[in-house]
């Protein structure tokens, strides 16, 4: 109907034409008639097949897989998801797809995107098999992830009553459990090392108290007060073991809490005022007057400060003094990043020691460190809760003039 009212006028002129030729005799009546009905019939016939040519078009002109459907059930997984065709080209992908891999495009084939050899082999294997594929890989940027990646076909059917081959790869974060099996060997390893010494000593002293020392009054109180000192060191370091897992088991998750840094600091420095009094060294703060706010995590953020304050009165109590100071930097980008530096004015650190100081175990000097209380996590915990903030810590030192631990965070992002 609706092609008949737009060929109205067409109609309306021939049949004032074929009335006009019958008036005056140059065609029959019935001939006109005959003619109109042609006319007719010739503007109703081309829109009815134009009409089935567009619902040919409508019914197998897209893909059922690429249908609004597909894309919803796609971007609700909660893993990164990417569904491919035949080619190896990006149907659909979510939002966790697009940021494990900003270089993926729709209807761009993904190899090119995922640069990973692991991830192209096992992806060109599912294409040219049709058999489902799964891979571990380590992905390095921004930060190391362990990652395993599925690769299943799909059967999705077609317009036409058949099916087509598509490959829908899902993405899993396999990093804490990799964490948490590394840590556990670290443990292992590591508190067997440690642990020895003192536990030995706590043996040899509690034979010589049930033996020799039993009834001699003062070994046994001299020897009391060095076990104590023993169980103390182990008790500090199994503490320093288990935060450093756990800072470790969540090292790719950014803390997202708002944390000011001038009270934080001023906290920690209220809390070591006894440890200076006693080692006779005077802490001089520089904070500033107004916010100086980064996402964080506030316990850590303690522990990151406590460690660095703590080292500074122990190892560069020479100096008399030690300076920590906040600053705001300018970057690029636009904000500030924060810097928190603790410098003292002791000894200093040998050039050949700053590339490992981080490292766990490590110490300068073991005698002066384990004298010290010290169990060689302190700065290993440090530089795993500042790369978790995504921060950096810089060391700097020069022999007899002391050393300078820099930690720098980034903005907050408005």
């Given at each position: 109907?609706?092609?008949?009212r ?35 019939a010739?503007?109703l ?29 796609v ?7 990417v ?47 049709a058999?489902?594929?799964?891979v ?25 009553g ?15 459990l ?38 001699d ?7 009391l007060g ?13 503490d ?11 090292a ?11 009270p ?65 930097v ?9 810097r ?75």
């Amino acid at each position: 109907m609706d092609r008949l009212r737009h060929a109205a006028i067409v109609l309306l002129a021939g049949a004032i034409a074929l009335a006009t030729l019958a008036v005056l005799g140059e065609i029959s009546l019935r001939a006109a008639g005959v003619v109109f009905a042609c006319l007719a019939a010739a503007a109703l016939v081309p829109w009815r097949l134009h009409n089935a040519a567009n619902s040919r078009e409508e019914s197998y002109g897209i893909s059922p897989v690429e249908t609004p459907v597909v894309r919803a059930i796609v971007a609700g997984m909660p893993d990164p998801a990417v569904l491919l065709d035949r080619a190896g080209r990006v149907l659909h992908l979510n939002a966790a797809a697009a940021q494990l891999a900003p270089a993926l495009r729709v209807r761009e084939l993904a190899q090119f995107a995922l640069r990973n050899p692991e991830i192209v082999t096992a992806l060109r294997e599912a294409i040219a098999t049709a058999e489902p594929r799964r891979v571990s890989y380590l992905d390095h940027a921004p930060i190391e992830r362990w990652m395993e990646l599925i690769i299943a076909p799909v059967q999705v059917p077609t317009a036409f009553g058949g099916a087509d081959q598509c490959m829908l790869m899902t993405f899993h974060d396999l990093t804490p459990l990799r964490r948490a099996e590394e840590m556990r060997a670290d443990f292992v390893a590591n508190a067997s090392h440690e642990l020895r010494t003192p536990l030995a000593a706590l043996s040899g002293f509690i034979d010589t108290l049930q033996g020799p020392a039993r009834d001699d009054p003062k070994a046994r109180a001299r020897f009391l007060g060095i076990m104590q000192t023993q169980a103390t060191r182990m008790a500090r370091l199994i503490d320093d073991l288990l935060s450093l897992s756990r800072v470790e088991l969540t090292a790719h998750v950014r803390p997202e809490a708002q944390i000011d840094l001038a009270p934080l600091i001023k906290q920690v420095a209220d809390g070591l005022e006894s440890l200076a009094k006693e080692r006779q060294v005077a802490i001089e703060l520089d904070l500033p007057e107004g916010p100086a706010v980064i996402a964080g995590d506030r316990e850590e953020l303690l522990r990151v400060f406590e460690n660095l304050i703590e080292n500074a009165l122990k190892y560069g109590a020479s100096g008399g003094r030690i300076a920590v100071s906040v600053v705001a930097v300018p970057v690029p980008d636009g904000g500030s990043e924060y810097r928190v530096a603790v410098r003292d004015f002791g000894p200093g650190i040998a050039p050949e020691h700053l590339p490992r100081l981080t490292e766990r175990f490590y110490r300068v000097d073991v005698g002066d460190s384990r004298s010290q209380g010290g169990t060689g996590l302190g700065l290993s915990l440090v530089k795993h809760i500042v790369n978790r903030h995504r921060g950096r810590l810089l060391i700097e030192s020069v022999l007899k003039k002391g050393a300078t631990f820099t930690v720098c965070f980034p903005p907050v992002k408005p």
